[in-house]
């Protein structure tokens, strides 16, 4: 039966959802962080981090599952693209374990300075490992230099405008997933503000959005062939109507109180068109202008072999990541926890 598919078309599938799931999950779990200036009280900001306590660690294995599907099922892009951009890399990996560290730390702090450190940590990590995310989605887009089946570029190569654009775009789409999961599970004054900052960052997500969508054709022939010539673009024109729709119902609906799941549930569809059109533009290649999947994929018995163990641990991961957030669903009171 395996033999009748084509894995590296399957593994491509396995990883882009793997990516896709850490960006949702750990996404509003790092726009947390990202509107926690915006909230000075104490109180406030423990309410926002237990929010989250139950699950956000758990988010983070689907980074791990996806990473370490790249280097097993695509050895060469694995070789050539993190070489390209191991700044941004090593950056978020060490705002993660920062932000990781003062979540935990910040319940133990005994002193009021202390708290303000570890708060300013889990700031500064989620800032961060956010804006890294993003470059490293503009320095992959932009394009990697390849020379004999390695990475030919300059440690810089990553630092561009267009991958700063993509970091921001990134930051302002964290923080509006983040706020649209306050406004679901939280209550009262502190939920009507989060409401308010949720309609300004997705209008900052939106402005990202077209930024990004538009420097993208620009990039390359290849991008501008895929989205504009014919017949691709009676398949290519859906996209970005139903993102204009999905964008307008969105919009309408932070301007209902009582809508409070809504927003968050268009935002995953949001967030999931965007993915769907990043594909468009990539595939099929692993390094975007130069290697297919095909050619950086590992041998078809070594795809074989982390296939099986694949299709086994990522229906166990996705149950329990499920059967989390099914037990803390619903609202969350400041003094007895969810109800």
């Given amino acids: 039966m395996f033999y009748s598919i084509d894995l590296t078309i399957a593994w491509a599938l396995l990883l882009a959802f793997s990516v896709f799931v850490y960006v949702v999950l ?3 779990d790092l726009g947390i962080g ?11 900001r423990d309410i926002m981090m237990n929010s989250v306590a139950p699950v956000w660690d758990g988010n983070e294995t689907w980074l791990v599952l996806g990473g370490g599907g790249l280097f097993a099922a695509f050895p ?15 950056a978020m990996l060490l705002a993660l374990i920062f932000r990781g560290v003062a979540f935990e730390y910040r319940w133990r702090a005994n002193s009021r ?18 804006l890294a995310q993003g470059i490293i989605l503009g320095a992959f887009l932009q394009g990697i230099e390849v020379e004999g089946r390695a990475y030919a570029g300059g440690w ?12 921001v775009a990134v930051v302002a789409g964290y923080a509006f997933l983040g706020a649209c999961w306050l406004n679901m599970k939280l209550e009262g004054e502190i939920q009507h503000r989060v409401r308010i900052m949720a309609r300004g960052f997705f209008v900052a997500t939106i402005i990202g959005i077209a930024a990004v969508s538009l420097a993208t054709p620009f990039l390359g022939a290849g991008y501008a062939a895929r989205w504009f010539d014919w017949p691709q673009i009676a398949l290519t024109a859906p996209v970005p109507i139903l993102i204009a ?3 307008l119902l969105l919009f309408r609906t932070l301007f209902h109180p009582e809508r409070d799941r809504l927003p968050f549930i268009l935002g995953l569809v949001l967030f999931a068109l965007c993915f769907l059109g990043l594909g468009i533009s990539i595939w099929p290649l692993a390094v975007p202008q130069e290697i297919t999947l095909w050619e950086a994929a590992a041998p078809a018995k070594s795809q074989l072999f982390m ?15 499920a059967y989390a957030y099914w037990v803390f669903r619903g609202k969350l009171d400041p003094e007895k926890g969810y109800h």
């Fill in 26 to 28: 750990d996404g509003f």
């Fill in 34 to 44: 990202i509107l926690y200036p915006f909230f000075r009280e104490k109180s406030d």
């Fill in 76 to 90: 060469m892009a694995y070789a050539i693209i993190m070489p390209a951009v191991y700044p941004p890399i090593i």
């Fill in 113 to 130: 300075l202390s708290k303000r450190a570890w708060d300013a940590a889990f700031i500064g990590g989620s800032v961060t490992a956010a």
């Fill in 156 to 167: 810089w190569d990553w630092l561009t405008p267009f991958s700063i654009l993509c970091g």
């Fill in 245 to 247: 729709g999905i964008a």
């Fill in 307 to 321: 296939f099986v163990g694949a299709i086994v641990l990522v229906p166990i991961i996705l149950g329990y990541t």
